[in-house]
């Protein structure tokens, strides 16, 4: 629907810039000249970003986790602590 739309839009833009009278040449006459510039200009603007794709998204990267080491306790076969040993955590 959206390309229907754009193609519509830029099809009725140059109809009717076709469309516009045609002034005698003078040479003295460059304001219509400087306006009809801005105007084609405003206009291949207006078309070129309704033409143009959205930016593609921006997937940024997670931090990593958060890791340290702890002491943990070792146990024997009776439930005794006998020590302990290094373990790394993370969050």
Known sequence: MKNILTATLAGFALGVTSLTPMAPAHADSTGAAV????????????VGSALS???PPVYVEAPPPR?????????????????????????
């Open 35 to 46: 306006a009809a510039g801005i105007g084609g200009l405003a206009v291949g603007a207006i």
């Open 67 to 91: 890791c340290w080491v702890e002491p943990r306790p070792v146990f024997d076969e009776y439930g005794e602590v006998i020590g302990s040993r290094p373990r790394r955590v993370c969050e």
């Open 53 to 55: 794709r959205p930016a």
